[in-house]
């Protein structure tokens, strides 16, 4: 964290102070930059004026967790110390930053409780959000860590091909093999690599491929066969404190590939070119002038929306993506959120338009990085076409 820089960015952006308020970790935001030494059960409040020595307040009994951090400590045990000593530490600043979405509409941002904004407007204060500050100083990667999200792609890109030979050799020697011994594949393969994963990775078909969000489960899971749309999608970071996420979707056919319905061979050619769009989008524009998450998510979604599959298309087009598979940077959003943060050199995030039926479901998901010469992708190779396992 260099306070030096934070302060800068303050100063240009006519933004008196940075407040960062936190309660077990609730947080995530100040969570990371704050980075306490162990388990925290109590209330910190880190605050960086855009000038001069940043203050910390810490519970009593929490004052060796936050040793580290640069500039004065208050140590407080009552609730009532702590509120006089925090308005104290504010005097003469009036527009605070915190972790706080207005209207509720970056949720990734609104982390801060709204008693707490209650009180910091209480001493006079003008809560603004703190979300570009947030793209600016945690969501930006450093080259050490976009070198880990460049092994976590070439990972996941293999073990993507792995799970679908897996399929593949299951259909054509006629073992039964459900979703969820993909997904079981899967991990196993992670674990080779020494990589991790926050939440179970996904392999649904057919109807079960419409629902973004299907989770098979030992419990609940179809028999994959001949003649059925296979969607996988999977994520891993390395097993790695600096590890960054790499996210990607793949759609294939349990068949040849002249046996794929000429709808499915539509619809996949409408995201093929959806998903072109967002990356020529940034090519285009990036450099020249301030490109945002939500220019891209317009740029993704006409091209589904003149194709007559508008209504299909539910999700925004892309998330950011950091040491979380969904980060605190900008979204590619401007359906969910209008998320109007600039995309800047460091940001990663994911590209994945989508289009869901009650039978039927498709989505193509990458990973760009803003580098030096504009939209980067370790995720290669792009999905062109649909798999077709059987050939």
Not at 13 to 42: C, E, Q
Not at 167 to 175: G, M, Q, Y
Not at 343 to 369: A, K
Request: aromatic fraction near 10%.
């Amino acid at each position: 964290m260099n306070i030096q820089v934070i302060q800068a960015y303050m100063l240009e952006n006519k933004i008196d102070g940075w407040l960062m308020a936190d309660f077990h970790g609730y947080n995530l935001i100040a969570a990371a930059m704050l980075k306490p030494s162990g388990m925290v059960t109590r209330k910190t409040f880190y605050f960086i004026p855009a000038q001069g020595e940043p203050t910390a307040l810490i519970h009593a009994i929490e004052k060796d967790k936050y040793k580290h951090l640069p500039g004065n400590h208050i140590l407080f045990s009552s609730y009532k110390l702590f509120e006089a000593e925090l308005e104290k530490v504010l005097e003469g600043s009036k527009k605070i930053a915190m972790e706080y979405a207005p209207m509720g509409r970056l949720p990734y941002i609104g982390l801060v409780d709204a008693g707490t904004i209650e009180m910091i407007r209480s001493f006079g204060k003008e809560v603004v959000t703190s979300a570009n500050l947030v793209a600016n100083f945690q969501a930006r990667l450093s080259p050490e860590q976009i070198e880990t999200h460049r092994i976590a792609a070439k990972n996941v890109i293999e073990i993507k091909e792995q799970a679908f030979a897996y399929i593949a050799d299951s259909l054509k020697n006629d073992k039964t093999i459900t979703e969820y011994d993909v997904v079981k594949l899967i991990l196993a393969k992670f674990d080779e690599r020494n990589m991790e994963t926050a939440d179970d990775p996904n392999c649904s078909v057919d109807g079960n491929a419409g629902n973004p969000h299907y989770e098979p489960s030992a419990e609940k899971s179809e028999v994959i066969k001949k003649g059925q749309l296979v969607l996988i999608d999977l994520w891993g970071k390395l097993k790695d404190p600096n590890g960054i996420y790499a996210d990607i979707a793949w759609v294939a056919y349990a068949g040849t590939r002249d046996e794929i319905p000429k709808k499915y061979v539509k619809i996949f050619s409408v995201l093929i070119e959806a998903r072109n769009a967002a990356v020529d989008y940034i090519n285009e524009h990036i450099g020249t002038r301030s490109v945002y998450g939500s220019e891209v998510d317009d740029a993704a979604r006409e091209v589904v929306e003149k194709a007559g599959y508008g209504k299909y298309f539910t999700h925004r087009t892309g998330h950011s993506i950091t040491d979380h598979v969904h980060g605190s940077g900008p979204m590619i959003d401007n359906l969910e959120t209008a998320d109007t943060r600039e995309l800047q050199q460091g940001h990663l995030f994911s590209i994945e338009p989508g289009i869901y039926m009650d039978d039927c479901g498709f989505r193509t998901e990458i990973d760009v990085l803003i580098g030096d010469n504009g939209a980067e992708v370790y995720t290669l190779p792009y999905q062109t076409e649909l798999l077709a396992l059987l050939d």
